[in-house]
């Protein structure tokens, strides 16, 4: 077992405490670097959401639900602290568990304790409304925590997701049951240990590990959740909505993409080019924001092929402890979903593709790869691949950009790269996306910025200000005084 990890994977945390699955089973846990068996987790199942569901509900209707605002600000606030100050440890244990190169996990435990600290700090700076009403009325709102809320996670970024939605949802005064990917359950359950520690009341966020056709499935069809977050594949998103729709419970679904970057002529290509390559290559691919397709003005797109095949050829990847330009794949399951993609990528012309060094056999490893001249409705250039694999599509004005763009069943982020003020202000309205960035991508992460897709990318927004309201409901109350 990693010896980073100061508590017991095989069990969960269910109020406060540390338990076995109520079956005693356990999953094994395994190193993506090496694909070696490194220990066990909890396989959590119906008998373990219920009770896990039980002691958020006593949560919610006691000491957690009591807790003024300002005071959920404090805990969280104090969380976000802590997790600064576990960094590396957080970092070590998730490159582990994840295959993520150092950096980039580091940055993700980083961004767990920012969700924190902007979610702390916005606890108690929620409110109503009065609203003018009919002479004899006052009218006022309430935000109220909808109650017992359901987070089920993936594996590609489980520090960020959890902040921002576990974040959000205490924040509000929810109680949290959080269904963790089984291949990457170890920072949520550290996360969960440490609110712990510094004082978050017991039974306001519980943690049960296992798989998403057994714990996952029990959560969203509970009848005693409130509200459900999901993150994950649009085939598993409709079957969480369904589960939800029999309880007529609101669901709040972030389903990934196939983000394009759009480069106009006129762009600043020395600026654009480290986004082109990084945003489809960070954490192997496996972003939901990914930019997985490169739409380029035909003019520039041989000279822009060329750049990036460059880069291409020069990643690096590695084991997570090497800390490279690119790890391995979360598992031998989705390394054979990516290789099923590139092997449907066979006859098209590869602008670029990384060479794979000397790396551990078992590893989930893949090569970097970026086609070029891919027809827009090839399925490279329609499905999402979730690995470190891009497309570059020429275009000749704004309107065939905008169609293409627009042309899959995603739509949950778009970049521009042109130079021209007013074109930017149009392509970020003729583009159907959750987020728009414009000669930029991604916008650092900002956890400030409103987050979410529309199409098959899902529902519902995330991060800033927006996800407070997502984690509420909304009383109306007219006292008639006459
Ligand atoms: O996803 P799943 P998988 C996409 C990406 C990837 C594909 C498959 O394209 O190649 O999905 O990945 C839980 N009820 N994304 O198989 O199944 C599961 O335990 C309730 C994009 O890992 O969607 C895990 O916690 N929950 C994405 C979570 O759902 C269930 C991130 C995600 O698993 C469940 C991940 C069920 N019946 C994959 N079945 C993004 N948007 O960033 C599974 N789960």
Not at 66 to 92: N, Q, W, Y
Not at 262 to 291: H, M, R, W
Not at 314 to 341: H, N, T, W
Not at 365 to 383: E, I, K, N
Request: proline letters at 5%; aromatic letters at 8%; hydrophobic letters at 45%.
């Amino acid at each position: 077992m990693l010896q980073d990890l100061w508590f017991d994977p095989a069990k969960c945390l269910i109020g406060g405490e540390w338990v076995a699955p109520s079956g005693g089973a356990t999953l094994p846990l395994f190193d993506p670097s090496t694909g070696e068996e490194i220990g066990a987790i909890a396989r959590g199942g119906a008998a373990d959401i219920d009770a896990a569901v039980a002691s958020a509900t006593a949560a919610w209707q006691g000491a957690w639900g009591r807790t003024p605002a300002a005071e959920r600000g404090r805990i969280l606030t104090a969380l976000g602290r802590l997790v600064a100050e576990k960094v590396d440890v957080l970092a070590r244990i998730e490159a582990a568990d994840v295959g993520k190169p150092l950096k980039q996990a580091r940055a993700d435990a980083l961004a767990l304790a920012r969700y924190l600290e902007f979610y702390g700090g916005a606890a108690d700076k929620l409110h109503g409304d009065t609203i003018p009403y009919l002479d004899g009325y006052t009218v006022y709102t309430l935000r109220e925590p909808h109650g017992v809320t359901g987070h089920i996670v993936p594996w590609n970024y489980p520090m960020q997701i959890i902040g921002r939605s576990v974040g959000a949802a205490l924040a509000t005064g929810n109680a949290c049951v959080l269904k963790p990917a089984e291949d990457a359950c170890l920072t949520a359950l550290a996360f969960a240990d440490l609110a712990r520690q510094v004082g978050l009341p017991e039974g306001a966020l519980n943690v049960v590990p296992g798989l998403g056709s057994e714990a996952g499935a029990a959560l969203t069809a509970h009848p005693g959740v409130h509200h459900i977050s999901f993150t994950g594949s649009v085939a598993t998103g409709a079957m969480v909505q369904e589960a939800a729709a029999r309880n007529v419970v609101p669901v709040t679904l972030e389903l990934g993409g196939k983000s394009p970057q759009i480069v106009f002529e006129d762009a600043d290509l020395e600026a654009a080019l480290p986004f082109l390559v990084n945003a489809g290559i960070q954490n192997c691919g496996q972003t939901c924001s990914a930019s997985s397709r490169i739409l380029v003005q035909r003019k520039l797109y041989e000279q822009l092929a060329e750049f990036m095949g460059a880069r291409y050829a020069a990643l690096r990847v590695g084991r997570a402890v090497d800390d490279l330009d690119a790890g391995p794949l979360i598992s031998a399951k989705q390394k054979g979903l990516v290789e099923g993609f590139l092997a449907r990528g066979e006859g098209l012309e590869i602008a670029g593709q990384a060479q794979l060094g000397d790396l551990p056999d078992g590893g989930y490893y893949v090569a970097p790869t970026l086609f070029s001249g891919v027809a827009p409705d090839h399925t490279l250039a329609q499905d999402e691949v979730f690995g470190p694999v891009q497309v570059i599509i020429p275009f000749d004005d704004e309107a065939e950009a905008v169609q293409i763009a627009n042309g899959t069943d995603y739509g949950l982020v778009a970049g521009v790269w042109t130079r021209d003020g007013a074109r930017q202000m149009r392509m970020a309205k003729a583009i159907r996306a959750g987020q728009v960035f414009l000669n930029n991508y991604g916008a650092g992460g900002g956890v400030e910025l409103p987050f979410g897709g529309i199409g098959k990318s899902g529902h519902g927004r995330e991060k800033g200000f927006e996800a407070l309201y997502g984690f509420t409901t909304l009383k109306t109350v007219a006292a008639f005084h006459g």
